[in-house]
Nanobody, 117 residues
Framework: VQLVESGGGLVQPGGSLRLSCAASGFIFSSYYMTWVRQAPGKGLEWVSSIYSDGSQTYYADSVKGRFTISRDNAKNTVFLQMNSLKSEDTALYYC???????????RGQGTKVTVSS
């Protein structure tokens, strides 16, 4: 199993970022996929999950209405569109092959998101 995240960076409050996670080594279209994050000095936090065919999505209350998870099973990729970013969204974001509310493993190496003016 290999999960490689990308798309992180520095963004101002209110801005947007789109994270991507390229998966390989397993039948991607058969699994839930999940995004989790870890803020500086804190533990892992579940953020969002998506069903294997993309028909169901799940969000933590802290990101509901601002983040959108999606997937492209033809490209073995899961996305996290993040809008209206807040300073409290600053974290290392990981994708994981796991069901809703799970934290993995397996997880990728993470992509850093910093929300700051």
């Amino acid at each position: 199993v290999q999960l490689v995240e990308s798309g992180g960076g520095l963004v101002q409050p209110g801005g947007s970022l789109r994270l991507s996670c390229a998966a390989s080594g397993f039948i991607f279209s058969s699994y839930y996929m999940t995004w989790v994050r870890q803020a500086p000095g804190k533990g892992l936090e579940w953020v969002s999950s998506i069903y294997s065919d993309g028909s169901q999505t799940y969000y933590a209350d802290s990101v509901k209405g601002r983040f959108t998870i999606s997937r492209d099973n033809a490209k073995n990729t899961v996305f996290l569109q993040m809008n209206s970013l807040k300073s409290e969204d600053t974290a290392l974001y990981y994708c994981a092959r796991d069901a809703p509310y799970g934290l993995g493993p397996p997880r990728g190496q993470g992509t850093k998101v910093t929300v700051s003016s």
